[in-house]
């Protein structure tokens, strides 16, 4: 069950990777970058609504609105600044997914299926964030690397 949550990552990741790439070679390249950090934080988002169907305390939702706040946060500087910030978000979504929502107490509520998919799915934004946008190879940026992270 766990491969299939994980191949089910991937395929999703691919798609919104390709979606992202066609808009950001078809449009400005910003809307490319734009919708993969709107889907960082709707990521993180999602489980503000998980603690709420299950009736977690405002402990729980106060956490999730923090994690929306580190991850939103992350995906705003990297439309901002560098794309680096995007890729570190995507790069560690997954910890907040699998370490606080798989094996830590928000299993109680969070969805293997949802916090096991997001493992392939957000690893695979994060390297073609770094691709595209962190090296320059594929969206025509010169490398973020050489600014730096801010």
Known sequence: MII????????EALVLVAVA???SRLTKDI????LLAAFLF????VYIVFAVRAGEGAYW???EVVGVGIYGTMALRGLRYSPLWLAAGWAAHPLWDVALHYFGPGGSFAPAS?????VTFDLLVAAYVLVAYGLGS???HEPALREGVR
């Open 138 to 140: 594929l969206a025509g």
């Open 42 to 45: 709707v990521a993180a988002s």
């Open 21 to 23: 790439y066609l808009l």
């Open 61 to 63: 939702v106060v956490g």
């Open 114 to 118: 949802y916090t096991i998919t997001c």
């Open 31 to 34: 809307v490319g970058r734009s």
């Open 4 to 11: 299939g949550y994980l191949v089910s990552g991937a395929i």
